[in-house]
């Protein structure tokens, strides 16, 4: 679990526990990490990176899952395109510029601040079967196994996303009805809304059949954690230093962070919250024409 202090503009949803402000991450052991797309309260997707020195040459860096039905879920790709970008082609599709205001993309292995530079800003390109759809393998995909898919993508053969093409089975006893990538996405979705807004939309409610198939299964699914900011009021301005001999106003808030993590593939594992104190958050400006400092931060 990854988490961030940024602010989240744009955020007009009551959160759960008083939570002023939202970042979120998800991990787990495919050593992807996972961003929310939310339109409203409804979670449409989601964004994920890998470590591109991980990731097969030529393969996915940053994937888009677009929930299509309850519990299915379409795969798009790119490799060359840091996670911010990719976030903007799709907030642009949604024409929602909010679509991932609770998404800690700072945090991605693949965003600017990672990388250090800009990426080129490229559309994404889609998937059948788990390969790439310009990939030579996709004439040949729609009669290859998911073990097959997941054996050329993961060594490098054909175009995909590592440790996650292949779709996996669902464990015993569930239904293969479902794939397993699709069936923990869906759990996503509608763990993060209830631990966010505290209710889970209807389209993102679990199909019964993979709601909880059996409780046995709960020790296959990752550890996937969900970290929300409360932060307090600025406190009065006070005579701040920009840079030497330069005077600004600076306000300080309180802030703190609950991070909450659990197990299960139906959501039987328990849940454990913890509260960190983190220091207080320090904004400083200059100070305006008037000379006097306003009650909140003016930059």
Not at 65 to 72: D, K, S
Not at 142 to 155: A, H, I, K, M, Q
Not at 159 to 170: D, Q
Not at 285 to 296: A, E, L, V
């Amino acid at each position: 679990m990854v988490a961030s202090a940024g602010v989240a503009t744009g955020q007009t949803v009551p959160l759960i526990n008083g939570a002023t402000e939202l970042k979120a991450s998800i991990a787990d052991d495919t050593a992807w990490m996972y961003f929310p797309g939310v339109d409203g309260q409804t979670t449409v997707g989601f964004l994920a990176s890998i470590d591109p020195s991980i990731a097969p040459r030529g393969s996915f860096t940053v994937v888009w899952f677009q929930r299509t039905a309850p519990g299915v879920y379409s795969m798009e790709g790119w490799n060359e395109t840091s996670i911010e970008d990719a976030a903007a082609i799709i907030a642009a599709r949604y024409a929602n510029p909010d679509l991932f205001q609770y998404a800690d993309l700072a945090s991605s292995p693949m965003s600017v601040t990672q990388q250090g530079q800009g990426l080129l800003m490229l559309p994404p390109e889609g998937t059948s079967n788990g390969i790439a759809e310009g990939d030579p393998w996709q004439g040949v995909a729609g009669s290859l196994s998911p073990e097959d898919v997941g054996f050329l993508v993961d060594n490098g053969y054909a175009v995909g996303a590592l440790n996650l093409s292949g779709g996996g089975e669902m464990p015993t006893p569930c239904s293969d009805e479902f794939d397993a990538l699709s069936a923990n996405l869906a759990q996503r979705a509608a763990m993060f809304e209830a631990m966010t807004f505290g209710s889970v939309t209807t389209a993102s409610t679990l199909p019964t059949a993979i709601q909880c198939c059996s409780v046995e299964v709960a020790a296959l699914s990752a550890r996937w954690c969900v970290s929300w900011f409360i932060v307090g009021g600025w406190s009065p301005p006070f005579v701040a230093t920009i840079s030497p001999g330069v005077a600004g106003c600076g306000w300080t808030r309180p802030m703190s962070r609950v991070d909450s993590c659990s197990t299960g593939w139906c959501g039987t594992g328990p849940v454990t919250t913890t509260t960190t104190v983190l220091p207080p958050a320090t904004r400083i400006c200059p100070t305006p024409p008037s000379g006097t400092c306003p009650p909140t931060p003016n930059c």
